[in-house]
Structure formats: C-alpha cells, structure tokens
C-alpha cells in the first residue's frame, strides 16, 4: 500500500517556541492530505485538509493563526504549531487519500508526539 | 457525514472469531464504510471497505446488509496482537470528494490468552 511518513515522530519543545511536523507520500503523489490531533485516549479529531497550492481549510474551532499548515508540492505538507503551549501537547497525525481510489480508503503517517513543556 | 456508533470496548480470547458491529442510520447513497485499526502511538492502518453485501481480505471480513445502517467487521481467529482500537468511518467513494472522514469513538478490542 502507499506510505505516508513523518517527521519527527516525537518532540519537546519549550513554551513560547514553534514546532514543524512533515508529512510526506513517499511513493505517489498526494493533492489532499488531512491533519489530525488525538488526545491521550481519544479518537482522531480532523483538523483541516491541506490542499496542495492553495490555503487550507480548517475545522471548527482550529486555530488557522496558531496551526499553521503549508503544502506546497504534490508529496510534502507540513505543519507548524505557534507559539505551542503545555495544551498543545499531542499526538498530530497526517494522512492522504490516493487520487482515483475510493476517498475513504486514508493512509496515515507515524503520527507526531508533541510535548510542550 | 453520516454518523457512527460502535460499543466502546470487546474482549475475546486468541484462536476466537471477533465481531464488531457498527450503527450508521443516516448513510448517505454514495457512502462507503471503511474500517481502520490503531495500535497506541500509531496512525491508524486500513482494514477493509465495502459499500454493500460482503466484502472479505486476507485479515478480515465486512458484512453490510440490504439497509446498509450498520456493519460488522469479522476478525476470524484473533491473536494477542490484534488488540486495538478498531474504528468504523463513513463517507463518500469514488467521485465523492477529498473529505476528511469523521473518526467516532472506536472499539477498544481487548485480546487475552
């Protein structure tokens, strides 16, 4: 099947400071990826679907200012969070759709665990 | 998108066949229903889609009846390491749109020895 990666797979970071996390389709080529959060013990909560060349679309209730997503080629989303706090602690996780196929069949990368100290 | 309910957890013993039922009463016509696994601190790993009737792969089966308001995935013979959550999501196939489908709650699927 596809492969989806990322990266880092874990981070700490200060409070105050910003944290990237890459999502990448390492063998085809993704025009949508979707960013989710998933809190200890909870389900996959979608955050925006990043669209390559053009804004993302958020959520509700997703910061646009404070998650920053950017997906400039075919095979590379990424996502900023800015100015993270202790809150922001999480578990992010991207996934793609391959074109063509059935939407619902999603690959996901690693997932990304973030600890804000 | 359609919603979907599921028990929230399951236990069952290895060597065991395993169904997990889920509810989605306001299925839409184009909707599939796809099922995933998540093991803790991984990204969820598909299992299997179908849209109606029967569906069935190498690790699973998916039964969908006529009214398509619920589904039921079948783990024949589970094993320790197929204790997972389990979730069951619905939303649109081919030609639908790039949607990002909706994750309920899951199934916490416990596997003992």
């Known amino acids: 099947g596809a492969v989806v990666s990322q990266h880092p797979s874990r981070v700490i970071c200060k409070s105050g400071t910003s944290v990237k996390i890459e999502c990448r389709s390492l063998d085809f080529q993704a025009t949508t990826m979707f960013w989710y959060r998933q809190f200890p013990k909870q389900s996959l909560m979608l955050m925006a679907t990043?669209?390559?060349?053009?804004?993302?679309?958020?959520e509700q209730g997703v910061e646009k200012d404070k998650f920053l997503i950017n997906h400039a080629s075919l095979t590379l989303s990424t996502l900023t969070v800015t100015s993270a706090h202790p809150e922001d602690s999480s578990f992010y996780i991207c996934?793609?759709?391959?074109?063509?196929?059935?939407?619902?069949?999603?690959?996901f990368g690693e997932g990304s665990r973030l600890t804000v100290l | 998108l359609a919603k979907t309910t599921q028990p929230i957890s399951m236990d069952s013993y290895e060597g065991q066949e395993v169904n997990i039922t889920c509810s989605h009463n306001n299925i839409a016509t184009n909707d599939y229903i796809t099922w995933y696994q998540q093991f803790p601190s991984q990204g969820p790993r598909f299992i299997i889609q179908?849209?109606?009737t029967k569906v069935t792969n190498e690790v699973a089966s998916l039964f969908i009846p006529a009214d398509r308001k619920s589904s039921t995935l079948s783990l024949p013979r589970v094993s320790l390491s197929d204790t997972a959550v389990y979730y069951c999501?619905?939303?649109?196939?081919?030609?639908?749109?790039?949607?990002?489908?909706?994750f309920g709650k899951g199934t916490h699927l416990i596997i003992q020895p």
């Open positions: 999501l619905v939303g649109a196939g081919p030609g639908g749109g790039a949607d990002g489908l909706t």
């Open positions: 990043s669209n390559e060349g053009s804004k993302a679309t958020y």
């Open positions: 179908g849209y109606k």
């Open positions: 996934s793609a759709t391959l074109g063509g196929g059935p939407v619902g069949e999603l690959f």
